[in-house]
């Protein structure tokens, strides 16, 4: 054990300098961020601004004017600004309108033809993802006697890949969607070198990431590359895509340059993941209107990273059941019975809650907010407990027991208790005494963050000595090899993702669909993060890449 007196800051230096290479990388990227957004560097620009407002009220007029256009026009124009990142700005315009197609068509008729799959699926696709209940019954047609899709669909690869981003929302029984995905990615993926562009892409892209499990920011940053390409654009919903994400692109990096000003003077040991952080919360809320919120999760989940430190490498078992006591009672008395590292660790938590709670009091009168708030992170440190004290006393749950609590110890159920916070009014107490007992959504959510990561991790984290990873626990208890551990682990994620679409299409939720998003939004920045390997703590490759394009550098217009 470290001594105390030598401080967090020194021992977070420490843990992330095992990797100069590493650190190095993380620290390029973040300087890099901060120097090209200076004050003076990325001022609003008036005139791009004046524009888009133009181009946004020639898009409200093109959604009125859908009402009167064919069922085809007006899908294609929402699942444009959809996948460009427009949107947000049109939510009202674009509910209404998909709230008339639905009132008089719950399920797309048609014939049957390959041209027709498309827009089935298109229809499906749309309807599910915005919480509305649409059969998949629909799909029926487009197959044979023995329930296979029909050869001849193989043949239009516009179809096939509009049935595979839809066949992603499928839930738990939906067999014909099963069957969707193997058909649609075998053809795909044997198609594929002879597509070609900017088709050809957007089949390599989708097959890696799915857009139901893909980040919005950077969905919308590589279409609107495919789409700028396709000889059917519509050159106003380009140019406002590329300005409207300039404009975003500013607005996050004048945000990130603040935030990492604030960490270097007030929580230095948090600083060497910010950029990670930020662009984990991105995924989450990207929508100016939520500016506020995403400030608070950054410093939030920054933290939480470092007391999971705390627990996992630096605390002894006395120390941590000292810690933990001081998060549950959550008093400044507390702090005079912590090491020194851990009371720097619990004031600048607290310092960050007292800081949003002003915030909030200021602006909204919910202070309630940040009692939920201190609640969601009490039940994070209550699983970190229990997981150190089974690598202390070298237990070895189940996999059941080991689910129960890494569920909570993934940070999700923590993270979606945080995500309603400050975001106004539609946040009640309901709401929050809702996501704080940990609804399904949000279990499925945290099942696919542990899951995830246990699979992409496992290996490295055994032989460093962790404690029994979801694979290791599945393994010995069910007396099977790692693959076969794994496989079964992946089912298990599968699921969870098939229970997220339910819940989101659920008619008799408790909640409206925006206080449910943020759980699918951040199970989709594990697929996005984890997808490929521990993109979180070894970010120089992959993750670099996919952060750049949507915080560094901006698009040519």
Same mark, same amino acid.
């Given at each position: #054990?470290?001594? =105390?007196?030598?401080?967090?800051?020194?021992?977070?230096?420490?843990?992330?300098?095992?990797?100069?290479?590493?650190?190095?990388?993380?620290?390029?990227?973040? $300087?890099?961020?901060?120097?090209?957004?200076?004050?003076?560097?990325?001022?609003?620009?008036?005139?791009?601004?004046?524009?888009?407002?133009?181009?946004?009220?020639?898009?409200?007029?093109?959604?009125?004017?859908?009402?009167?256009?064919?069922?085809?026009?007006?899908?294609?124009?929402?699942?444009?600004?959809?996948?460009?990142?427009?949107?947000?700005?049109?939510?009202?315009?674009?509910?209404?309108?998909?709230?008339?197609?639905?009132?008089?068509?719950?399920?797309?008729?048609?014939?049957?033809?390959?041209?027709?799959?498309? #827009?089935?699926?298109?229809?499906? $696709?749309?309807?599910?993802?915005?919480?509305?209940?649409?059969?998949?019954?629909?799909?029926?047609?487009?197959?044979?006697?023995?329930?296979?899709?029909?050869?001849?669909?193989?043949?239009?690869?516009?179809?096939?890949?509009?049935?595979?981003?839809?066949?992603?929302?499928?839930?738990?029984?939906?067999?014909?969607?099963?069957?969707?995905?193997?058909?649609?990615?075998?053809?795909?993926?044997?198609?594929?070198?002879?597509?070609?562009?900017?088709?050809?892409?957007?089949?390599?892209?989708?097959?890696?990431?799915?857009?139901?499990?893909?980040?919005?920011?950077?969905?919308? $940053?590589?279409?609107?590359?495919?789409?700028?390409?396709?000889?059917?654009?519509?050159?106003?919903?380009?140019?406002?895509?590329?300005?409207?994400?300039?404009?975003?692109?500013?607005?996050?990096?004048?945000?990130?340059?603040? *935030?990492?000003?604030?960490?270097?003077?007030?929580?230095?040991?948090?600083?060497?993941?910010?950029?990670?952080?930020?662009?984990?919360?991105?995924?989450?809320?990207?929508?100016?209107?939520?500016?506020?919120?995403?400030?608070?999760?950054?410093?939030?989940?920054?933290?939480?990273?470092?007391?999971?430190?705390?627990?996992?490498?630096?605390?002894?078992?006395?120390?941590?059941?000292?810690?933990?006591? =001081? *998060?549950?009672?959550?008093?400044?008395? =507390?702090?005079?019975?912590?090491?020194?590292?851990?009371?720097?660790?619990?004031?600048?938590?607290?310092?960050? #809650?007292?800081?949003?709670?002003?915030?909030?009091?200021?602006?909204?009168?919910?202070?309630?907010?940040?009692?939920?708030?201190?609640?969601?992170?009490?039940?994070?440190?209550?699983?970190?407990?229990?997981?150190?004290?089974?690598?202390?006393?070298?237990? +070895?749950?189940?996999?059941?027991?080991?689910?129960?609590?890494?569920?909570?110890?993934?940070?999700?159920?923590?993270?979606?208790?945080?995500?309603?916070?400050? *975001?106004?009014?539609?946040?009640?107490?309901?709401?929050?005494?809702?996501?704080?007992? +940990?609804?399904?959504?949000?279990?499925?959510?945290?099942?696919?963050?542990?899951?995830?990561?246990?699979?992409?991790?496992?290996?490295?984290?055994?032989? $460093?000595?962790?404690?029994?990873?979801?694979?290791?626990?599945? #393994?010995?208890?069910?007396?099977?090899?790692?693959?076969?551990?794994?496989?079964? *682990?992946?089912?298990?994620?599968?699921?969870?993702?098939?229970?997220?679409?339910?819940?989101?299409?659920?008619?008799?939720?408790?909640?409206?669909?925006?206080?449910?998003?943020?759980?699918?939004?951040?199970?989709?920045?594990?697929?996005?993060?984890?997808?490929?390997?521990?993109?979180?703590?070894?970010?120089?490759?992959?993750?670099?890449?996919?952060?750049?394009?949507?915080?560094?550098?901006?698009?040519?217009?």
């Amino acid at each position: #054990m470290i001594s =105390a007196a030598m401080g967090l800051g020194y021992l977070m230096w420490k843990q992330v300098s095992v990797s100069n290479a590493l650190l190095t990388n993380k620290i390029v990227v973040m $300087r890099k961020i901060v120097e090209d957004v200076s004050p003076y560097k990325n001022k609003p620009n008036q005139k791009e601004e004046g524009r888009v407002k133009e181009l946004q009220d020639e898009v409200r007029g093109m959604l009125s004017d859908a009402r009167t256009e064919p069922l085809k026009e007006t899908l294609i124009l929402i699942d444009s600004l959809q996948r460009l990142g427009l949107s947000y700005d049109f939510e009202y315009e674009i509910e209404q309108a998909l709230q008339s197609i639905y009132s008089t068509q719950i399920n797309y008729g048609g014939g049957g033809g390959d041209d027709d799959l498309y #827009m089935c699926a298109l229809y499906f $696709r749309l309807f599910r993802q915005q919480g509305y209940h649409v059969s998949s019954d629909s799909f029926k047609k487009f197959t044979d006697e023995k329930g296979e899709f029909k050869s001849v669909l193989k043949e239009n690869a516009r179809a096939l890949l509009c049935l595979y981003e839809a066949s992603h929302l499928r839930v738990q029984g939906e067999d014909i969607l099963e069957e969707a995905l193997k058909f649609t990615s075998k053809h795909l993926r044997s198609m594929l070198a002879h597509l070609n562009s900017p088709l050809s892409e957007q089949v390599k892209h989708s097959l890696e990431v799915p857009l139901h499990k893909g980040m919005p920011r950077l969905e919308a $940053r590589h279409y609107i590359n495919v789409y700028q390409a396709d000889l059917a654009r519509n050159s106003v919903l380009l140019e406002l895509a590329k300005l409207d994400f300039n404009l975003l692109q500013r607005l996050h990096q004048r945000e990130i340059s603040d *935030i990492t000003r604030e960490i270097a003077t007030k929580l230095p040991f948090a600083r060497d993941r910010l950029v990670e952080c930020y662009f984990w919360i991105l995924g989450v809320y990207f929508e100016p209107k939520y500016s506020v919120v995403r400030s608070f999760m950054t410093k939030i989940i920054a933290l939480a990273s470092v007391i999971d430190d705390i627990y996992d490498v630096y605390g002894t078992l006395e120390e941590l059941q000292l810690f933990t006591d =001081a *998060i549950e009672r959550w008093e400044e008395a =507390a702090i005079s019975d912590l090491p020194e590292y851990m009371q720097v660790c619990f004031e600048a938590l607290s310092e960050v #809650m007292k800081e949003m709670e002003d915030k909030i009091t200021t602006h909204e009168g919910r202070s309630y907010h940040i009692y939920y708030a201190k609640e969601g992170m009490k039940g994070l440190v209550r699983a970190y407990f229990v997981e150190a004290n089974w690598f202390n006393t070298k237990y +070895v749950p189940t996999f059941e027991e080991y689910l129960s609590i890494s569920v909570m110890s993934s940070g999700y159920p923590m993270l979606a208790v945080q995500s309603l916070v400050g *975001i106004g009014k539609i946040a009640t107490k309901e709401a929050f005494d809702w996501v704080l007992n +940990v609804p399904k959504i949000v279990e499925s959510c945290a099942l696919i963050a542990r899951l995830v990561d246990d699979i992409q991790t496992h290996k490295v984290e055994q032989e $460093r000595g962790d404690a029994p990873s979801g694979v290791q626990c599945y #393994m010995r208890e069910h007396g099977v090899s790692e693959e076969e551990a794994c496989g079964k *682990i992946r089912e298990i994620v599968d699921i969870a993702w098939k229970d997220i679409n339910e819940e989101l299409q659920n008619p008799n939720r408790l909640l409206p669909l925006p206080l449910l998003l943020p759980a699918l939004n951040l199970s989709r920045m594990m697929e996005v993060i984890y997808g490929h390997g521990d993109g979180y703590t070894n970010s120089k490759g992959r993750t670099k890449d996919i952060i750049i394009p949507v915080l560094v550098n901006p698009i040519s217009m």
